[in-house]
């Protein structure tokens, strides 16, 4: 009892906001234009606060209706294994449509933006909790049958237009639905807003998709390419480096090197070798050398508030900021800073007795207190928040003498000390103390948590024993960076019995 | 002024007899109400059928025209009774709200009317909010239907049959005597299709003619012994009155009735996902022409004992496919079967889920195991790929709940809180219904109960004895002005609590789609706003009464949260958070900004952003925002591998982020920019001396840089 004739099952993944709703009225439009009988459903709800949303398209050729005498009966909701094509405006949202079973590999075309717009639990993660781009684009090759995918919220953004239009572009360029180039623009002029850069943002995907080569992503490792320096000092410590590492830790070392000259200067580099040396006269190469030169380059080059006047006041940061809130050559720009110095970092940047002995006295420490107690703007494209911001990067001379450096200074001495002790008889555990540098970053309250966390850490390898190994420590860093309060960190601890 | 405008909907309720209406099946069901010449409506926002209600508001010019008074309900309760204006007069009214939320809100009112009955059809429009998308109990509006004897209609999901019913159910309204409720699922309210529209009716009765004469007739009020006579009539002369009416009528439908000894009894609502499933199954046809006999009740209550008799004469075994639990149409029918002496097997639940939304796969696993069963397929059919055929990780495809919008005024209430928490401890968080019970999930995690829409401080109501913390409520203006002023506040003051309750005073009923109400700050043509409620919440008895104006600013937010939360006065406490919803705020805002710019005015935008480079990607910023337009990017510095927070081009520039940065302690990686469009000539002057010293400096310190790199 199969008719011949079978409606075109569309469906379309999106989170709220994000134009879902656009593109299926478009859908229907163009279908109902041209011949069709459309139906769509949604069931926006809550999920048009930022949720993801499924909407659903059924087209049926009118003539095939007519021919019968009877209306086609549209379902509301996709039946998974029964969709002939799968929008989604995301990457991770073609990975639910996946899931949901909507896309098999027997009929349904995936057009899909690889982008990502990250999930909430993915931006909260004190780390890293990004899901695998890779394993996402995989999944969207395997279970369709053809898979259009490429980088569409750029696509928008070069067009000026938004991602809806350039979805509809590549659905048009696929040549699935039975209508011509034409008859999509049309439908878009209908729609009657942003028109122009709607077309563009259309004609460029319909271009892209309709040429469209199978995505390959070979890439080579080429041999390290030694980069020169005017400067001899520099180019010393280059060729220095050069002699003692190769490969990946090469490329690490030099990136350390450039920071470091970047965030003091050549002596202090040479400072960074000198301390890579000694670990490497335990172990060469390896992980675990790497790990030390990508985690001591960071400890060294740790954020004070010389590191971060500095970095905010350079001209090329100016740059990136007109750049990055896309301000138009008329257009004047001013920049505004979030600064909130409290009583330890004007301490921290004090030469080191004098840090000491304001952290210890009374009125004067009471006085800067109050003065510190409240966060400041500082308009760095002012004359005077620049200079005063100038002022501060121009301590770095003076970096050596701080509270901070000499703190600092000590932790990775002490850091460096247990590597070194460690690394002979279990190098693995040692590359895994290496890596709890991990832990200490940020500012504030955000740096004094880590320096905490780094603490229990220590104290937890150091009385450990042979009970320490490399897994146990990545697990134990890891629970340090599953929650704010430590929660899992003291949980993890108890259970090892460690705390 | 509604999220949603709908100037260009409202022309198509202008159609006249015999055109096409193309749209939505809400706006469908607008349309056939002036299509049956109704007198009022009333009702009360909130998804499927907030649109109904835009619409209306939206179309007054239209309804003025007809002569129909429209009416936005204070609550569901409002506007279920607002319906006794069809007890006494023949007008015809009717009231739209979300079920079973509203329905349970309207439930006094709905058993009141339906105990008296009326004179003038009156009509209930409920959106079933069940199953995907829905925000709301698992329950049926079924339920009430059969507790207050209101007929239930549940028509197929295509506007003509929606169309249909609402025509149909004033007529069966009024030849019944009773309400009748028009129930339309999630799918069925935001369906795009076409109808072919009739002349618009203007009312044959109206209102003015009602309150110039008054109509009295004691034996329609509840009170015995009237009340007792009620329940009588129902089952002696409106019930069969509506049974003869709906057969008569032929309400529902019979499909291919005798073509075979088995069928399907199914819920119209459900019937295009049923007959996809078949023509899937290869027993139909895209049509709908079907092989297999199917009995389609348009009608979910009352059953028609002498129909389900009719359909199951002569036949083995029938499916009835009825969505939600209990099961209270399987019983009935079983029931009729029983006491008919029927012998036909009935399959329902048995074959398909007890409880969840009926999906096309699930219908598909019970339609085939019922065809299966009886040989009509082979056992071994199998139409859709495997339902499972990738192992997908839970880490590689999360879950993306609702959230808060970008730059949301309601974040920062739930920053502060964190805040304060972290200073005072966590307390007990009775939250409420509307945007603001997003606090529940990621990143704040505040919340520990909700009772139902205005009722956040009614919810922490015993938790009103001597402690060393208070509870802490949270109330939305919308639900303030539904009830929660009389069941939270004002109960809270008689009881001498010693709580606080947040009231979020965004402007408007912003979860339900932005629709004013009385303490909207926007003058409204046609409704009185501007009612604030630190004068309501005075009125009631409430002493600690603290107004943030913009709660954006933390500082502020904070110290009043941590004063109510240690204040030594007694009695309860009321902060009333105030800042207008953001996507109604940038709705109004971006034309006129964009009308400046092009007029050579001198406009200022604000956005935030963040400096990668000193970003050491700890992510604290985002726990306590959870912006979407604050997020994560691939860390620039080849030595670092976590993710750095960034902010993306739909930031509004609330300040949050920046007073977050302050108020935490957090890192100096946030940025303000301004961005002047068309400077003026003082502006370019200061640019110009502040470039050339800036510019001095910067070239010189690039300059020493360049010495060293590489």
């Known amino acids: 009892m199969h008719a011949k004739a079978q409606p075109l099952k569309i469906a379309i993944l999106a989170m709220g906001g994000e134009g879902g709703g656009v593109l299926a009225d478009w859908i229907v439009d163009l279908g109902e234009h041209n011949g069709h009988i459309a139906q769509t459903t949604s069931v926006p709800g809550v999920a048009q606060r930022t949720g993801a949303t499924i909407y659903y398209v059924e087209l049926f050729p009118a003539a095939a209706a007519e021919q019968a005498g009877a209306a086609p009966v549209l379902a509301l909701m996709p039946l998974p294994g029964d969709v002939d094509i799968v929008l989604a405006s995301e990457l991770m949202e073609a990975g639910r449509a996946v899931q949901r079973g909507l896309v098999t590999p027997d009929r349904t075309t995936l057009i899909a933006s690889t982008h990502r717009v990250y999930a909430i639990a993915e931006k909260i993660a004190m780390g890293d909790g990004r899901a695998d781009d890779a394993t996402l684009l995989a999944l969207a090759q395997a279970a369709a049958r053809r898979f259009v995918g490429y980088d569409m919220a750029q696509a928008a953004e070069q067009s000026g237009s938004v991602i809806s239009a350039v979805i509809f572009g590549s659905l048009a360029g696929t040549g699935l639905l039975p209508f011509t180039r034409a008859q999509f623009e049309a439908t878009i002029g209908r729609g009657g807003v942003g028109v122009k850069p709607s077309l563009k943002a259309f004609g460029a995907a319909f271009e892209h998709a309709s040429h469209l080569a199978p995505t390959t992503s070979a890439k080579a490792s080429a041999a390290v390419a030694l980069p020169r320096s005017p400067h001899p000092e520099v180019q010393a410590l280059i060729e220095r480096a050069a002699k003692a590492f190769e490969g990946a830790a090469l490329t690490i070392v030099l990136e350390g090197l450039r920071r470091l000259v970047d965030y003091q200067d050549p002596a202090y580099a040479a400072l960074y070798l000198d301390r890579l040396d000694k670990v490497r006269a335990v172990v060469r190469g390896g992980e675990l050398t790497l790990e030390v030169a990508r985690h001591l380059a960071l400890w060294m080059s740790y954020e004070d508030t010389i590191r971060v006047a500095d970095l905010k006041t350079r001209g090329s940061r100016f740059e990136r900021v007109r750049d990055e809130v896309k301000a138009a050559p008329g257009q004047m720009l001013s920049i505004n800073e979030y600064m909130h110095p409290r009583l330890q970092e004007i301490a921290d940047t004090m030469p080191a007795g004098l840090g000491r002995w304001l952290l210890a006295s009374g009125t004067p420490r009471r006085w800067v207190e109050r003065l510190a107690s409240k966060g400041r703007v500082v308009r760095t494209s002012s004359l005077r928040g620049y200079l005063m911001l100038t002022f501060l990067a121009g301590l770095r001379r003076w970096r050596r003498s701080t509270l901070r450096f000499v703190h600092e200074n000590g932790r990775i001495e002490a850091w460096l000390a247990e590597i070194h002790h460690v690394s002979d008889s279990d190098p693995a555990l040692a590359t895994e103390i290496a890596r709890c540098q991990r832990l200490v970053k940020g500012y504030g309250d955000t740096h004094e948590r880590g320096l905490r966390n780094y603490a229990l850490l220590r104290s937890a390898w150091q009385r450990g024993g042979p009970r320490m190994t490399a897994t146990l420590l990545a697990e134990l860093r890891q629970a340090a960076l599953a929650d704010e309060h430590g929660k899992a960190l003291a949980t993890a601890l108890q259970q090892h019995a460690l705390a | ?710």
């Open chain 2, 1 to 710: 002024m509604a999220e949603r405008s709908f100037v260009e909907e409202v022309k198509k309720l202008r159609l006249g007899q015999g055109q096409v209406f193309h749209g939505e099946g809400i706006l469908a069901v607008t349309k056939a109400l002036l299509e049956s010449g109704v007198a009022y409506v009333a009702g009360y926002q909130g998804a499927p059928i907030s649109h109904l209600m835009d619409v209306l508001a939206d179309a007054q010019d239209i309804l003025a025209d007809h002569g129909i008074h429209f009416e936005n309900s204070a609550s569901e309760a409002t506007a279920a009774a607002t319906l006794a204006a069809s007890v006494n007069y023949p007008l015809r009214g009717a009231a739209t709200f979300k079920s079973t939320v509203g329905t349970n809100v309207a439930s006094d009112a709905l058993a009141n009317l339906a105990s008296g009955g009326v004179t003038g059809g009156a009509l209930i429009i409920v959106g079933e909010d069940y199953g995907e998308g829905s925000s709301i109990m698992q329950e049926r509006s079924h339920a009430f239907a059969m507790k207050s004897q209101i007929w239930l209609l549940d028509p197929r999901p295509n506007l003509p049959s929606i169309v249909q019913a609402v025509k149909d159910g004033f007529d069966l309204s009024e030849a019944s005597h009773t309400p009748v409720m028009l129930q339309l699922r999630i799918r069925a309210c935001h369906v795009h299709g076409q109808f072919t529209t009739s002349a618009n009716r203007r009312p044959a009765y109206t209102l003015r003619e009602a309150m110039e004469n008054p109509r009295r007739d004691t034996s329609r009020i509840v009170l015995p012994p009237a009340s007792f006579l009620h329940e009588k009539e129902k089952v002696q002369q409106r019930w069969p009155a509506a049974v003869k009416f709906i057969q008569e009528r032929g309400l529902n439908e019979f499909f291919s009735e005798q073509d075979d000894d088995i069928g399907v009894i199914v819920q119209g609502g459900t019937y295009n996902t049923l007959v996809r499933v078949l023509e899937r199954l290869g027993v139909a046809d895209v049509f709908g022409r079907t092989r297999i006999p199917l009995y389609v009740m348009n009608v979910a209550y009352p059953v028609i004992d002498a129909e389900v008799l009719r359909f199951c004469e002569g036949k083995r075994a029938v499916l009835l496919v009825e969505e939600g639990q209990p099961n209270f149409i399987e019983q009935n029918i079983a029931s009729i079967l029983r006491s008919g002496g029927s012998t036909t097997a009935l399959h329902g639940k048995d074959m398909l889920p007890m409880a969840g939304e009926y999906t096309a796969s699930e219908v598909l696993a019970g339609a085939r195991s019922f065809l299966q069963r009886y040989g009509r397929l082979a056992a071994s059919t199998t139409v859709t790929a495997p339902s499972e055929p990738f192992e997908i990780a839970a880490t590689t495809v999360q879950a993306r709940p609702p959230g808060f919008c970008t730059g949301c005024p309601e974040r920062p209430i739930f920053t502060a809180m964190k805040l304060v928490e972290r200073e005072l401890g966590e307390h007990h968080v009775s939250a409420d219904i509307g945007c603001h019970l997003f606090s529940i999930l990621p990143p704040f995690n505040l919340g520990n109960t909700t009772m139902g829409y205005g009722l956040g401080s009614a919810g922490a109501a015993a938790l009103n004895v001597k402690a060393d913390k208070r509870a802490i409520s949270v109330m939305g203006d919308g639900g303030f002005w539904h009830n929660g002023l009389t069941s939270g506040i004002a109960n809270a003051v008689f009881n001498r609590s010693d709580n606080l309750t947040i009231v979020v005073d965004n402007s408007y009923t912003s979860a339900t789609g932005g629709q004013d109400i009385l303490s909207s700050a926007a003058a409204n043509p046609t409704r009185s706003t501007g009612h604030a409620i630190e004068k309501a919440v005075r009125g009631v008895g409430v002493e600690w009464v603290r107004t943030v104006e913009h709660t954006y600013d933390l500082a502020r937010m904070k110290a009043a949260l941590k004063d109510a939360l240690t204040s030594k006065q007694s009695g309860p406490k009321v902060v009333i958070a105030r800042s207008e919803c953001m996507l109604n705020k940038q709705r109004r805002e971006k034309p006129i900004v964009r009308q400046a710019v092009a007029a050579g005015k001198r406009v200022v935008r604000e956005r935030f952003g963040i400096d990668a480079d000193t970003c050491t990607g700890d992510h604290s910023c985002i726990r306590l925002s959870g912006c979407p337009s604050l997020t994560i990017k691939p860390n620039p510095d080849p030595l670092r591998t976590d993710p750095v927070a960034a902010v993306i081009d739909s930031c509004v520039g609330c300040g949050l982020c920046g007073e977050v940065a302050h108020a935490a302690v957090l890192c100096p990686s946030f940025y303000k920019a301004q961005i002047v469009s068309n400077p003026t000539a003082w502006d370019r002057l200061g640019e110009l001396v502040r470039g050339k010293v800036i510019g001095w400096l910067q070239a010189r310190g690039a300059a020493r840089r360049a010495r060293f790199a590489f």
